[in-house]
């Protein structure tokens, strides 16, 4: 989602990197995904995750209606980190990892 973070230097200063691959441009929150993307675009020019319609019409930036639309769910797909269901799997993945004879 660029235009929504900041420069990890600048909180005042929002990201924003771009790319032209085969006429069209690209929109990058850092160095790194720009750098990603151009190393292997066809990779992930389809991939499906509007991210221009969450500034669009009909969505008007409204970030629950676009993450409806795109079928995130609130509190699921986002949000922090700590106690979150993605905390959860890491740490059951880690601990059959670390459970399995060598």
Avoid at 45 to 60: G, K
Avoid at 67 to 82: E, I, K
Wanted: with cysteine; charged share 25%.
């Amino acid at each position: 989602m660029p235009v929504v973070f900041t420069e990890p230097d600048d909180p005042t200063l929002l990201c924003h990197r771009e790319g032209v691959y085969k006429g069209d441009k690209y929109h990058f929150c850092s160095d790194h995904c720009q750098e990603i993307f151009d190393r292997e675009p066809e990779k992930y020019i389809q991939a499906w995750l509007p991210m221009p319609a969450l500034f669009q019409d009909p969505l008007n930036g409204d970030i629950g209606a676009w993450m409806n639309w795109v079928n995130l769910h609130d509190g699921v797909d986002n949000g922090d980190y700590a106690g979150s269901q993605d905390q959860h799997n890491f740490e059951q993945w880690r601990r059959m990892a670390t459970s399995n004879p060598s």
